[in-house]
């Protein structure tokens, strides 16, 4: 087998009292800004409308986020998404549940396209007209069906014709630059073009898609998330209480809560939404950090077993570490450049999930060797303490 390290003799648990130290001051963080900033919250658990815009031009964040304010949307969040030549954003903006039900979610993301747009942009001359680049294909069907070069055709031919144009529009790329860029649609005669031409405009933004989750959902994932992550520590406990013993099984549970809680205080430390895939990026780590800390305890009870109480328990803690270092780093910097590829080219949908992997799995490996295993040794000298105080 690959090894990094063959024969070390790292005195790994003789420095744990700084790693306490350490650990100490990243909880401290990671629950203080829990407490005082809180987690920015996606539209998983928020619930609202999650508008994806693709602009014809880059233009400045900030100017985009003035112009939401103006619109009286002071609250809605945006964040490019996507790689930076795409173009394209995504606006979150909270809403109720009778918003959805009444339908005026398609007036928030009308309201948010205009606002984006900007008052007074553009021709005054293209005022009124249909936007080819921001209407919907059943939109472009009706305003197609009520034209005089298709009456004759009638209402189906015009939808036809409306999703053949709404193809062509994907195909590049979501935002038509140009009507000669029609031309070659089946079905488009030259009068319907000329009638684009004339009675419609192409703007600077297209709506890409909609995605809608109400408040009372976003409450009840939230709820499901943090039974999920209490659940699956709670069936670490008991799995290993079964297969070691019981003090090994806090110890696991103490590790992982100390990666998830880092993670998730990483999310509040820098603003990141916090939503579904972030929640499942934190399982991964618990699970990445409990198989890590599950080889190093079979190595510690294969290593008791052999020496029989003829070696102090830290030094065979120790020993077990070293062991299985070798072991360790490869497992590490294996996924930590799968985990890195997909945070630098995976785009912004994933990006989330690649982010809080890769604290992940360094804060997991780091607990793994100094939270774990120290945590076992402070437990036997607290029961060994108790055990000195009843005897006397």
């Given at each position: 087998?690959?090894?990094?390290?063959?024969?070390?003799?790292f005195?790994?648990?003789?420095?744990?009292?700084?790693?306490?130290?350490?650990?100490?001051?990243l909880?401290?963080?990671?629950?203080?800004?829990?407490?005082?900033?809180?987690?920015?919250?996606?539209?998983?658990?928020?619930?609202g409308?999650?508008?994806?815009?693709?602009?014809r031009?880059?233009?400045?964040?900030?100017?985009?986020?003035?112009?939401?304010?103006?619109?009286?949307l002071?609250?809605?969040s945006?964040?490019?998404?996507?790689?930076?030549?795409?173009?394209?954003v995504?606006?979150?903006v909270?809403g109720?549940?009778?918003?959805h039900?009444?339908?005026?979610?398609?007036?928030v993301?009308?309201?948010?396209?205009?606002?984006?747009q900007?008052e007074g942009s553009?021709d005054p001359?293209?005022?009124?007209?249909?936007?080819?680049?921001?209407?919907?294909?059943?939109?472009?069907?009706?305003?197609?069906?009520?034209q005089?070069?298709?009456?004759a055709?009638?209402?189906e031919?015009?939808?036809?014709?409306?999703?053949?144009i709404?193809?062509?529009?994907?195909?590049q790329?979501?935002?038509?630059?140009?009507?000669d860029?029609?031309?070659?649609?089946?079905?488009?005669?030259?009068?319907?073009?000329?009638?684009?031409?004339?009675?419609?405009?192409?703007?600077?933004?297209?709506?890409?898609?909609?995605?809608?989750v109400?408040?009372?959902?976003?409450?009840?994932?939230?709820k499901?998330?943090?039974?999920?992550?209490?659940?699956?520590?709670?069936g670490?406990l008991l799995?290993?209480?079964f297969?070691?013993e019981?003090?090994?099984?806090?110890?696991?549970?103490?590790?992982?809560?100390?990666?998830?809680?880092?993670?998730?205080?990483?999310?509040?430390?820098?603003g990141?939404?916090f939503?579904?895939?972030?929640v499942a990026?934190?399982?991964?780590?618990?699970g990445?950090?409990?198989?890590?800390t599950?080889?190093?305890?079979d190595r510690?009870?294969?290593?008791?077993?052999?020496?029989?109480?003829?070696?102090?328990?830290?030094?065979?803690?120790?020993?077990?570490?070293?062991?299985?270092?070798s072991?360790?780093?490869?497992?590490?910097?294996?996924?930590?450049?799968?985990?890195?590829?997909?945070?630098?080219?995976?785009?912004?949908?994933?990006?989330?999930?690649?982010?809080?992997?890769?604290?992940?799995?360094?804060?997991?490996?780091?607990?793994?060797?100094?939270?774990?295993?120290?945590?076992?040794?402070?437990?036997?000298?607290v029961?060994?303490?108790r055990?000195?105080?009843?005897?006397?």
């Open positions: 087998m690959l090894q990094f390290f063959r024969s070390t003799h005195d790994f648990l003789g420095k744990r009292r700084y790693a306490y130290f350490l650990s100490g001051l909880m401290a963080a990671s629950l203080g800004s829990l407490a005082v900033r809180g987690l920015n919250y996606g539209v998983d658990f928020r619930g409308t999650e508008i994806r815009l693709k602009l031009e880059t233009l400045d964040p900030q100017l985009l986020r003035s112009r939401l304010e103006a619109a009286g002071p609250d809605a945006l964040q490019r998404y996507g790689a930076p030549e795409a173009n394209e995504l606006v979150r909270a109720t549940e009778e918003e039900v009444s339908g005026s979610v398609e007036d993301s009308r309201r948010v396209l205009r606002a984006l900007g553009g001359g293209d005022a009124g007209k249909l936007d080819l680049n921001a209407t919907s294909r059943a939109e472009l069907g009706t305003w197609l069906a009520a005089s070069e298709l009456a055709a009638g209402p031919a015009a939808q036809r014709l409306a999703d053949a709404a193809g062509r529009r994907d195909e790329g979501g935002l038509l630059s140009g009507y860029a029609l031309s070659a649609v089946p079905g488009l005669s030259p009068e319907v073009l000329q009638a684009l031409r004339s009675r419609t405009r192409l703007g600077e933004l297209a709506l890409r898609s909609v995605d809608y109400g408040p009372s959902v976003g409450k009840e994932l939230r499901k998330a943090l039974l999920a992550v209490i659940g699956s520590l709670i670490i799995y290993l209480a297969r070691f019981y003090k090994y099984g806090v110890s696991a549970v103490v590790t992982v809560t100390h990666d998830a809680l880092f993670t998730v205080g990483m999310f509040s430390l820098t990141r939404p939503d579904l895939t972030v990026a934190v399982l991964t780590i618990v990445y950090s409990l198989n890590d599950i080889v190093i305890f510690v009870r294969e290593n008791l077993r052999l020496q029989r109480g003829s070696v102090p328990l830290e030094k065979v803690m120790n020993n077990s570490v070293n062991e299985t270092l072991r360790s780093i490869l497992t590490s910097l294996t996924v930590m450049l799968v985990v890195a590829s997909l945070y630098l080219f995976g785009g912004d949908r994933i990006n989330d999930f690649a982010y809080a992997m890769l604290i992940g799995v360094v804060v997991g490996s780091y607990s793994t060797i100094y939270i774990s295993c120290p945590f076992v040794l402070l437990w036997e000298a029961r060994n303490r055990r000195l105080r009843q005897a006397a």
